[in-house]
């Protein structure tokens, strides 16, 4: 009887995080692709995924995925790209849902715990993103395994530990996240192991779950060396532990936003001292924010690192829920509600950014519908930041177009990346046309402009020009064939003003490539 109880507790706590993640997350559907996404959705599957380094790191099972969502979708429609990233987050939601019910008894705790999970706006930043997809894969395979190991436990169940063991490393195969995380089935099998020995078995399970860690590496020093995606990752100081407040409060916003290091960190510990019980309790939640977070800890924090925080928010509403009375439970109320409205609002924002890539891509398909035979085009004006997330990724304009069925063979650049797409060209000593575009909101205008040859003429001396009062420099009177202008007497906001192409009576700023002393280079 009491397993059934049970087990429909557990069922109506998953049902209800479920309803709840999908009326946060459905508008997120139709976001379309941002950023980074549009990098994603042209992987394929292949043996050599487990043999390269590809999408940021060493994650052949997200790639698979990617790969897959690629097969059945394409990039035309986004829509079953964001569907696919729901059902990973769903998953986690039942996950979480079944470990906080394993380890804190009660249906209250549970649903406190799972409703955070599922309201959280540390969610919408992944699962609103194909770019998210890897640490929330990450975060499937792992609370898997460590589901899977508290039954092993309390069954005595070797074969549970052991396909526990292999989701660990399929964790590892999505995302590195987890990569020190071994200590956590130490500190699981210490809650609900054997009372009288916690040490021991905290050492012998965690010396268990370190082989997949040792497999991982292996194989991956095997084929990739040691080969890094962030060069910070090699960087270690005190401001870890501003990071790791810093991602720890995120879970929880809007309650925590602002607050100082120092107050986030002492809060942690005053919270642990009351709401965490038995002591063992207490280490494994200290775990839970910890271990999952120390991979990123030296990289700037990121919305989507914080995912990996989420089940051990999780399992802090749920032990809140747990202790005192109705007052504890209002408290969490006014908790869960707060981040509901924080993550409706995120979503809001993610929408935007949706919208404004949506509009930017749509702009660049009418410029080439206007001029069909441009086959060097540069723009200007892109808008690659709305709403706090980044729109199109730079230089993957062309990716961008397949994503409205709209093909273009021909370069594609922004201001940023002219240099390198026409820098052999000038070298060589040819002449070059391409097609200028300033995008305006929905609109744009256009202007075609030769560089003559022999631009980069290596028998012209530099021409150098005194900085002017307030550290501008009008280039009237500068003849042409020059490609580079120093400038003496500069400070360090020292600018060049041309005039507009497009408007003869507005100009334009450019800004120094290098400075050195009082000397600037443009």
Known sequence: MNDTADRRAGLLVAGSGIAVSLLLLIPAIGTGFLSDDFLDFEHGFSPEA?????????????????????????????????????????????????????????????????????????????????????????MAFMLGALLLHSESIIRRSWRRRIVAAALFLCSLLSKETMLLSAPLFGLQAAVLGDERKPI?????????????????????????????????????????????????????????????????????????????????LKLFLTGLFVLPASTVLNLPPRPDFAYALLPAAAFTAASISRIGGGRNKLIITCILVGCLMSARDETARLAKAGESASRTIETIASVLREHPRADFIVLSGVDLEEAGYATLWPGAYREALKTIGVEHSGILVDEDGFLEAAWPLLEAGDSLRYLYVRLEGRGFRAMEVVLPAGLTDRSLPDFSVSAGPGGFVDL?????????????????????????????????TVNPCALRGDTAFF
Not at 78 to 87: D, F, K, Q, R
Not at 217 to 223: G, H, S, Y
């Open 476 to 508: 009237d009177s500068i003849p042409p064939g020059y490609s580079a202008v120093t400038v003496s007497g500069a400070g360090e906001s020292v600018s060049l003003r041309l005039p507009d192409v497009f408007d003869p009576c507005s100009l334009v």
């Open 50 to 138: 487990f043999t390269r380094f590809e999408a940021g790191g060493f994650r052949p099972l997200t790639v698979s995925l990617w790969a897959l969502d690629a097969r059945l979708w394409g990039p035309t429609r986004p829509l079953g790209w964001h569907a696919t990233s729901i059902i990973v987050h769903l998953a986690n939601v039942i996950l979480i849902s079944r470990l906080i019910m394993t380890h804190i008894r009660g249906r209250a705790a549970s649903l406190a715990g799972t409703m955070l999970f599922a309201v959280s706006w540390a969610v919408i930043p992944s699962a609103g993103r194909v770019s998210g997809r890897p640490g929330m894969l990450a």
């Open 200 to 280: 021991r078995t905290f050492f012998g399970h965690s010396a268990l779950y370190s082989l997949p860690v040792a497999l991982y590496l292996v194989w991956r020093l095997a084929w990739l060396g040691t080969q890094l995606g962030y060069a910070e990752s090699t960087s270690f100081g005190l401001f870890m532990m501003r990071n790791l407040a810093t991602l720890a409060r995120m879970p929880f916003s809007p309650w925590l936003d602002g607050l100082p290091v120092r107050i986030v960190l002492a809060g942690c510990a005053v919270m642990l001292a009351f709401i965490a019980k038995p002591w063992r």
